[in-house]
Nanobody, 121 residues
């Protein structure tokens, strides 16, 4: 069982900053990848950023240089620092975790409930 709890969404003016956080709770699973996706009204959910257990990081081109993802492996938390926000960043942001039982096994993707980020112009 894997549960994700997100926080940090809200309203911000264009050019401002906002930080999202996510805590992943599990007793028996190993979390391999933690990341963030977002979904704007009328659009499909898209990848934003992710970090693997070894510290490897990947960003979507649209946020590269503006967003920073960080992970605390000991606490199974992930944060997304968002800077120079644009109106097009407005979306529901979802925390994502890829995990498997025990030391190894089949992996599955788990999702938070989503948190709204609105950037005004």
């Amino acid at each position: 069982q894997v549960q994700l709890v997100e926080s940090g969404g809200g309203l911000v003016q264009a050019g401002g900053s906002l930080t999202l956080s996510c805590a992943v709770s599990t007793s028996t699973f190993t979390v391999v990848v933690m990341g963030w996706y977002r979904q704007a009204p009328g659009k499909e959910r898209e990848f934003v950023a992710a970090v693997g257990s070894a510290g490897n990081i990947d960003y979507a081109d649209s946020v590269l240089g503006r967003f920073t993802i960080s992970r605390d492996n000991a606490k199974n938390t992930v944060a997304l620092e968002m800077h120079s926000l644009k109106p097009e960043d407005t979306a529901v942001y979802y925390c994502n975790a890829v995990a498997h039982p025990g030391s190894w096994g089949r992996t599955a993707s788990y999702w938070g409930q989503g948190t709204q980020v609105t950037v005004s112009s």
